[in-house]
């Protein structure tokens, strides 16, 4: 599901390692965080996660070459083709390509991005501190629901956030982040209101090094993407200035063809114009 909203591997896997890291950093508040190190980083991050984000990442590469058909349902003649055709009447009729790191990017949309990764990972928190704070199971309907709405909400934000963060002519954030920014930070009031006597247990130096330490994680991974970015351009660039050097000699050798073809051309054209003539003189002699 992050990956269908966030279409990036690389801020993925940050989201990823960083929600492992607060796992550890807030264990002291919540039990249930304290987890064994095989099983956060081999089921966690690279089982669960790592599988994923791949599934994730493989449908959006589908879903941005496929192009959606309005044809009849009657013109699919096999059960098959219309079970397909009536699951894809759900999907959207257009995948847009999400590219959250470019190379030219400015030191305010590397902080855009770090403000992103700090609420995405306070909305998760909310999620275990409201069931521990309110005493709920996991099975109760309002944390599911919850869990549902927040993902459907997910998607217009991050695509609004996206758009201010990339669009040079966006000036201004877009309304529905503005609401989930307050949902979240309002679901956090909660949990400290009603929730007193957990914070009261709160230290302070991990929630620091929480902050620094998802600082610090985040900008190594951007700074890694868009090194990647850069080194991918630097090739496709030289590909193509091979491909243009390639075109220019076969152009040229061909130029040089049918300069080198012009002589004989010329030749039997002379011999076909002196049997012509030889021909003539013969008759009326």
């Not at 979240?184 to 247990?201: I, T, Y």
């Amino acid at each position: 599901m992050k990956a269908l909203l966030i279409r990036s591997y690389g801020l993925c896997w940050t989201i990823s390692i960083t929600w492992e890291l607060t796992e550890l950093l807030f264990m002291h508040l919540l039990p249930n965080f304290a987890e064994c190190w095989w099983d956060q980083v081999i089921l966690d991050i690279l089982l669960c996660n790592g599988g994923g984000i791949w599934l994730g990442m493989t449908l959006c590469r589908f879903l941005e070459m496929r192009t959606y058909r309005w044809a009849s349902i009657k013109e699919i003649h096999t059960t098959t083709g219309k079970i397909k055709r009536a699951v894809l009447q759900f999907t959207p009729a257009s995948w847009t390509c999400v590219r959250w790191f470019d190379p030219k990017s400015s030191f305010q949309r590397l902080a855009g991005i770090y403000l992103f990764m700090i609420l995405w990972q306070l909305t998760e928190l909310n999620t275990f501190f409201l069931k521990h704070v309110f005493i709920f199971q996991a099975s109760h309907p309002l944390s599911w629901c919850r869990i549902l709405l927040v993902g459907i909400i997910t998607a217009p934000t991050v695509r609004q956030y996206y758009a201010y963060l990339t669009d040079t002519q966006c000036k201004r954030v877009g309304t529905q982040c503005w609401v989930f920014g307050a949902i979240a930070f309002l679901e956090a009031l909660a949990c400290v209101k009603f929730g007193l006597d957990v914070f009261s247990k709160t230290q302070v130096h991990y929630v620091v090094l929480w902050l620094i330490c998802l600082a610090l994680i985040t900008l190594l991974c951007l700074y890694g993407m868009v090194w990647y970015e850069q080194h991918k351009m630097k090739n496709i660039a030289l590909q193509s200035d091979d491909g243009d050097d390639s075109g220019v000699v076969d152009s040229s050798s061909a130029q040089t063809d049918s300069l080198g073809s012009l002589p004989s051309r010329k030749r039997r054209k002379a011999s076909a114009r002196n049997r012509f003539v030889n021909s003539h003189g013969r008759r009326r002699l």
